[in-house]
């Protein structure tokens, strides 16, 4: 099986755009989270989605959203970009509802910039 | 709100020797999943090995292995005849119980640097 995917790998940004981020999970898991991660705050939670519905969110600002599709695919949106939001955005799926390992698999994350 | 704190930033050990790297952690829960990843230099977060609350057996995957201590909270790492591909930041995780969520919360990380 594909591992988890995202894409873009690397972005950069100018302060007040907005992002969009790509997660494909590996094939058959439900469940997506997002955390990001700076050398300031370490890893912290974003939001989870589990088919189709968010069913848990860190302590972001609104600024933060996010959604997944039917196929499961998820996407992650900042807007009005800051230059603390500069980070590695880490996605990781799981085969939630499949077995009870509840392992999650992480992606290789995409790098944002934010000058 | 649950808790996990790594308290060596940075650790050494030399190729083939061991090394255990530490962690706690603060729930109420009783039933909890505790998780330790590796992080390389390449940033793909993965999983080393994972512990049950509820088993007293501690979890062994090979080389690595955990000393988990539920009443004191405390739930270490003991890699063996360390290897230089060991070199990663390992993070310590915990995971609530059941399938409502499977949010991570992290502990800040050790770095572990393999000596040749």
């Known amino acids: 099986k594909a591992g988890v995917t995202q894409t873009p790998r690397y972005l950069i940004k100018t302060r007040g755009q907005q992002v969009t981020l790509s997660c494909s999970p590996i094939?058959?898991?439900?469940?997506v989270s997002w955390y990001q991660q700076t050398p300031g705050q370490g890893l912290q939670f974003l939001f989870e989605?589990?088919?189709?519905?968010?069913?848990n969110k860190g302590n972001f600002p609104g600024r933060f959203s996010g959604r997944q599709f039917s196929n499961s695919r998820s996407e992650m949106n900042v807007s009005t970009l800051e230059l603390g939001d500069s980070a590695l955005y880490l996605c990781a799926s799981s085969p939630q509802g499949q077995g009870i390992s509840h392992e999650q698999f992480f992606g290789p994350g995409t790098r944002l910039t934010v000058l | 709100a649950q808790t996990v704190t790594q308290s060596q930033p940075e650790m050494s050990v030399q190729e083939a020797e061991t090394v255990t790297l530490s962690c706690t952690y603060d729930?109420?829960?009783?039933?909890?999943?505790l998780f330790w990843y590796k992080q390389p230099p390449s940033r793909q977060m993965i999983l080393v090995i994972r512990q049950e609350a509820y088993k007293q057996q501690n979890a062994t995957e090979n080389r690595f292995s955990v000393n988990f201590q539920k009443a004191a909270k405390s739930f270490s790492l003991k890699i063996s005849d360390s290897q230089l591909g060991d070199a990663a930041m390992y993070f310590c995780a915990y995971r609530r119980w059941g399938g409502a969520t499977n949010k991570l919360i992290f502990g800040t990380g050790t770095l572990l640097a393999v000596q040749p």
């Open positions: 729930t109420s829960e009783s039933d909890y999943y």
């Open positions: 989605y589990f088919s189709e519905t968010q069913r």
């Open positions: 094939s058959g898991h439900r469940s």
